[in-house]
């Protein structure tokens, strides 16, 4: 596909080589003759199309290829600005060329597929494109792996937003952006500018060379610079210096004064040795220029991992002692990410629900990505929990975060991994809280997680004793309960772990099953046996529903108290409805009639009418699920039955 289309015109140069024509017609027909055209190897403009009556006849066909490069070509054809706001389309046109589940959602892929891989063709191309922003935000977010040849060619871009874009895009395209960016040290000055913050931000050995002979021709001073900062980047990453080598590099180029933090702890390399004055002239230097406007400063980032890790916690305190955490003072605040341990992450993410306040949503945002790029055990459980208990763009910067954090693994695996194993009751509560979160969402451990998250676990394994786990295998239930951190049987005999290990729900057990354990298990640390359930709980919603007028206060508060958060207020400030989030896969959705955002008033009457609950996540949701929303409207409303 991508040869054939090299040859090409594409639709972008189309445009912008002749006038919009309207025409009377028919899409199909118009659809037909491009392809006709594409098969003869020419591609006039698709005119006045509208773009689903192109492209889902295809999606029901599942011709998915095509369908990704003619939405790509769209894509790259559209006007920043007009009635088709790329920021909105390009997910739409994402799924119209993947498979989708019975909810609209994408399948998911081990890799990008075909449609973001187009994008980045046509990008890479020397034919306009319109809209770039959108698309490289896009590309950066979704597909940065397929996208460097895309990056690479809008480093030296006349509008520097753009610039800025790709050179970010270019960062997160990770080792693969390095082939693309080498060559770039002998382009155009803003090449090479770029060259050296994408080598400094993604050090690898292999860029050493290269750079030793930029800086070799280099006279800028402002470029040797950069180069030399990405050089000592790549080298800390190879192992290829020692602290006193290092130390004296550092000193050369601290500046000769800096404003240094009251009680400054002394700082150590690893091996006890101290650090010059002047590396720790240049250490605090450095941390004064990160304050999230860029990506982590790998250089900074490799200088911290050689040095003893107490002197390293004290210095943060005293900076935090010394300074204020402000909008005005950003750095202070980031320097946790660099200098800070696990305590100082959770200080950080007790107060961001509150920094919204105090501050603004922007500051409480910068604080996730401090979180976000020192995923501490404690910073990793207030991600969860803002992404779980907020709104607007605090919840939406902890949920991405999450999901970045969880690309190469499990999301519940990695909070589970981050649970707290002190022997404290907060310790147990927030266990105790995963626990039954695993058993109402239907969780699956493989026996090797289960061994790793529950009965390797000091307090998981605790909790476990009074909990009955099961292995499900094909449709059979196969229970059993964990005594001394072993699984065993109902007999005591011991068990053998296989198929999907994970809590039962009761709606899941025969009512013979629930009678021969529900005395073995003496203190269960949360409802489980006796726990209400109902098997048929989705349609029992679909009858009751929409309920009784209840009072708008009495709903909002109860909907508050069980864990509801408002959703984000849409046309005229009104809100139709509440969420609650389970465990990483899975959202209970209830919609009611319509209140003010400010005033909490509904807009007809002093009642609210709860109209449904759905639950959204990918695939069709568990049974236990629907159980656990059944028995939630149950708390909500009175009156249902």
């Not at 990505?369 to 501490?376: F, G, N, S, Y």
């Not at 529950?454 to 998981?460: E, F, M, S, T």
């Amino acid at each position: 596909m991508i040869a054939r289309l090299e040859r090409l015109p594409s639709y972008a140069s189309s445009l912008h080589s002749q006038r919009r024509s309207r025409t009377t017609r028919s899409s199909r027909s118009l659809f037909a003759e491009r392809l006709e055209a594409e098969l003869r190897k020419e591609a006039p403009p698709v005119r006045g199309l509208d773009w689903q009556q192109v492209i889902w006849p295809l999606h029901k066909r599942g011709d998915f290829e095509r369908v990704a490069w003619l939405a790509a070509e769209i894509a790259t054809a559209l006007p920043e600005k007009g009635s088709l706001n790329l920021k909105y389309l390009l997910p739409d046109l994402y799924r119209a060329a993947r498979p989708l589940d019975a909810r609209f959602n994408p399948i998911p892929e081990e890799t990008p597929g075909p449609f973001p891989q187009a994008l980045a063709f046509f990008l890479s191309r020397d034919e306009p494109v319109p809209a770039k922003k959108p698309i490289l935000t896009w590309l950066e977010a979704n597909a940065a792996s397929v996208s460097a040849k895309a990056f690479a060619k809008h480093l030296d871009d006349a509008a520097k937003p753009v610039r800025d874009l790709a050179l970010r895009g270019l960062i997160a395209a990770g080792d693969l952006a390095i082939e693309v960016t080498l060559p770039l040290l002998e382009g155009s000055t803003k090449q090479q500018q770029a060259a050296a913050e994408v080598l400094r931000a993604v050090p690898r050995k292999e860029s050493v060379a290269p750079l030793e002979a930029a800086i070799a021709k280099e006279k800028n001073a402002k470029r040797r610079e950069a180069l030399e900062s990405a050089l000592l980047s790549c080298r800390l990453a190879a192992g290829s210096l020692d602290v006193e080598t290092l130390d004296g590099i550092l000193a050369g180029r601290a500046p000769a004064s800096v404003t240094m933090p009251s009680d400054t702890p002394e700082l150590r390399w690893v091996g006890g040795k101290p650090l010059s004055e002047g590396a720790v002239r240049w250490l605090i230097a450095a941390l004064q220029t990160e304050d999230g406007s860029g990506p982590p400063n790998a250089e900074l980032a490799g200088v911290r991992l050689q040095l003893e890790d107490e002197p390293a916690h004290a210095l943060c305190r005293a900076i935090l002692a010394s300074n204020q955490e402000s909008p005005t003072n950003r750095w202070v605040r980031y320097q946790r990410a660099v200098l800070g341990d696990d305590a100082a992450m959770d200080e950080l993410g007790k107060v961001l629900g509150s920094d919204v306040y105090r501050f603004s949503a922007d500051f409480a945002a910068h604080g996730v990505e401090v979180l976000r790029r020192h995923p501490t055990p404690a910073a990793i459980r207030w991600l969860e929990h803002w992404s779980q208990h907020s709104k607007g763009k605090l919840e939406r910067e902890a949920e991405q975060a999450m999901r970045s954090l969880a690309a190469q693994q499990s999301r519940d695996d990695l909070v589970d991994r981050a649970m707290p194993r002190g022997d404290d009751d907060a310790s147990r509560q927030s266990v105790t809280a995963r626990l039954e979160n695993a058993m109402c969402t239907a969780r699956r451990w493989t026996p090797e997680s289960f061994r790793e998250l529950v009965l390797a676990h000091p307090v998981a394994a605790k909790v476990a004793s009074n909990v009955l786990f099961a292995c499900f295998v094909d449709d059979e239930v196969h229970p059993f309960r964990v005594v001394d951190g072993a699984p065993v049987g109902r007999d005591g005999s011991a068990f053998e772990l296989r198929g999907g290990v994970g809590i039962p729900h009761p709606v899941e057990l025969a009512p013979e099953v629930i009678d021969a354990w529900i005395d073995e298990l003496a203190e269960p640390p949360f409802e489980q046996l006796d726990r209400p359930a109902t098997a048929n709980a989705s349609e029992v919603l679909d009858r009751a529903l929409p309920a009784a007028p209840i009072v708008a206060g009495e709903l909002l508060d109860a909907l508050e108290k069980h864990g509801f958060v408002a959703e984000a207020p849409e046309d005229a400030g009104l809100v139709y409805g509440a969420r609650k989030r389970f465990g990483a896969a899975w959202t209970i959705r209830i919609t009611h009639s319509a209140y003010s955002a400010g005033s909490r008033r509904p807009v007809e009457g002093s009642t609210l009418v709860v109209e449904g609950v759905s639950i959204e996540g990918v695939g069709q949701a568990p049974a236990a699920l629907w159980s656990e929303a059944l028995q939630a409207a149950r708390r909500l409303l009175p009156t249902l039955a």
